[in-house]
């Protein structure tokens, strides 16, 4: 069920080239492990979904495919090219075809959906006035929202924000987009909503899809392919029912739900002392 993909030779018929590397990603917080030899490799049009316990390091994975942490050792590749050698400006071209939706939202607060929405627009392209109005008309519709530009983040919903941040990441029609837990704190209609767009983008802009996510019904749902992490690295590597039959017993504890102490990262986390503060903005 393990594996491990190499560029296509010759000779061999092969999968795709994969569109993003992670290869022997090591990467610490002072005296925490988070990534151990880290391999992954993340296939176009797939929607690839990552599971395992909180703290595990799937937020600190995500945030190496943009270049917002760099690894202590090993390689990150995006479309062949490798990342994260390259300076906050040549990052750039990276993340312009990078959607990133991040765990907690992260809309600006004091600004219109509107302005949320242009924004990535006015840092990143020489759009006028009228073609940001209507790619953010074009984003909203996509993910199902309506007469809510002028509104501030304080006056939606979780799932309109959700939609939003969801919209706010199209926006530049990027190849490749990022979830992080999509579906966290929303009623299981509003988390089925995001499964459905989850799908339909991947249908209609054909993105490339990493989702990060502890709902095993959204990760049933969505999943090309499912990966779980544990203890810094991919433990186990195939389609939602191949892990299901898995005999791995950290799999099959995380897929029932049953607590066990030693799989438990975040305590693990917790018993380092003098941790220091998580300094991303984002988390
Ligand atoms: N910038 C940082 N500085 C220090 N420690 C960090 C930093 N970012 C992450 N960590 C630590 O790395 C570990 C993995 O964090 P990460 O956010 O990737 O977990 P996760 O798998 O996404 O968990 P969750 O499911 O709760 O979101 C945690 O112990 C966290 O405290
Ligand atoms: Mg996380």
Redesign the pocket.
């Known amino acids: 069920m393990h594996r491990q993909d190499h560029a296509p030779t010759a000779d061999l018929p092969s999968k795709p080239t994969p569109l993003i590397r992670l290869i022997d990603v090591d990467k610490s917080?002072?005296p925490?492990k988070?990534l151990d030899s880290f391999n992954l490799d993340i296939h176009p049009f797939e929607t690839t979904v990552v599971l395992?316990?909180?703290?595990?390091?799937?937020?600190?994975?995500l945030k190496h495919i943009v270049g917002l942490?760099r690894p202590d050792r090993g390689e990150v590749r995006f479309d062949g090219r490798r990342i994260d050698l390259l300076n906050e400006r040549e990052l750039k071209s990276v993340r312009l075809q990078v959607g990133l939706l991040f765990?907690m939202g992260a809309l600006f607060d004091s600004m219109t959906v509107q302005e949320n929405l242009e924004f990535p627009m006015i840092e990143h392209t020489a759009c006028t006035a009228s073609e940001r109005r209507d790619r953010a008309t074009v984003a909203l519709d996509m993910v199902d929202l309506s007469g809510v530009q002028d509104k501030l983040p304080s006056q939606l919903s979780g799932g309109q924000k959700k939609r939003v941040a969801l919209a706010r990441a199209i926006v530049l029609q990027p190849r490749v987009v990022l979830y992080?837990?999509p579906t966290t704190g929303l009623d299981p209609i509003r988390a089925d909503g995001i499964n459905e767009l989850i799908l339909k983008l991947k249908r209609k802009l054909r993105v490339t899809s990493v989702v990060?996510t502890?709902d095993l019904v959204s990760a049933r749902k969505v999943a090309d392919r499912v990966v779980m992490?544990l203890g810094g690295r991919v433990i186990a590597d195939g389609t939602y029912d191949q892990l299901e039959k898995s005999a791995d017993s950290h799999v099959q504890h995380f897929l029932r739900g049953q607590y066990n102490r030693e799989e438990d990262?975040?305590t693990e986390?917790l018993s380092v002392a003098q941790?220091?503060?998580?300094?991303?903005a984002v988390?």
């Open positions: 917080f002072g925490q988070v395992g316990p909180s703290g595990t390091g799937k937020s600190v994975m942490l765990q992080d837990e990060v502890h992490l990262t975040a986390s941790k220091p503060p998580l300094s991303e988390q």
